[in-house]
């Protein structure tokens, strides 16, 4: 972390653990965006989404596919404390997490690893690494989603044209900006920062691939 920063405001994608947000402050920033409490688990709502998609399909054996790319492994990590929590509130196993680089042959042996362990539907850290999953499934010939369910997150948009086409999460990232940027004035301007009104709304868009 620097020793300050010229920035009245720090706005991240995710949330900012307390650690985080005290040591911004330090440095110069009047305000940290989004930000938890004190105490409360950094966990993305994206992968809750996820599983809650799966699981209300019948799916009781959910793997998870983390990026190889390090940089990504924290929100990586977050996503899936996402998808433990759901799992845990089904009452079904926890997530297999498996890493894979966005290539066939090395997403096919975290396929191979997910059906020694009768995996059924597959959560993605983001689309990209959905879409290896999906190359690494025809390395084996299988069909998704009979054999297994595969959902992404992002929404980008080849999501839409890999075969089958790929259920993600998107964002209203238009909403998110503007809630932020409301939060921010009213923070500078002395009032105090609402937690839900900074937060993101993933929602699911169905596709064939769950």
């Known amino acids: 972390m620097c020793a300050s ?5 720090v706005v991240g ?30 966990m993305h709502p994206v992968g809750r989404v996820q599983a809650e998609h799966l699981i209300a399909r019948g799916h009781r054996r959910i793997g998870y596919a983390l990026p190889a790319h390090e940089g990504l492994l924290p929100m990586a990590e977050e996503r899936l404390q996402g998808v433990a929590a759901a799992c845990t509130d089904a009452g079904v196993h926890p997530p297999l997490a498996l890493g894979t680089s966005l290539d ?6 975290a396929v191979a690893q997910w059906r ?8 993605a850290f983001n689309d990209e690494t959905a879409i290896a999953v999906l190359a690494g499934m025809r390395e084996h010939g299988l069909a998704v989603p009979a054999d297994i369910a595969v959902v992404g997150a992002d929404d980008i948009p080849t999501a ?38 900074t937060k993101l709304d993933p929602r699911i868009v169905p596709r064939e691939s769950t």
Do not use: K, N, W, Y
């Not at 920063?5 to 405001?9: C, E």
């Open 116 to 123: 020694e362990h009768s995996v059924t539907g597959v959560c």
């Open 13 to 42: 994608f995710d949330a900012f653990d307390s650690d985080t947000v005290q040591a911004l402050h330090r440095a110069g920033a009047h305000v940290v965006l989004p930000s938890l409490p004190a105490g409360a688990p950094v």
């Open 104 to 109: 066939a042959d090395s997403a096919a042996r």
């Open 5 to 9: 920063v010229g920035a009245s405001a």
């Open 160 to 197: 839409r044209l890999t075969s089958p086409p790929l259920t993600t999460v998107a964002f209203d990232m238009d909403q998110a900006v503007e809630r932020r940027a409301m939060a921010i004035v009213a923070e500078l301007s002395g009032g105090r920062e609402v937690i839900e009104s």
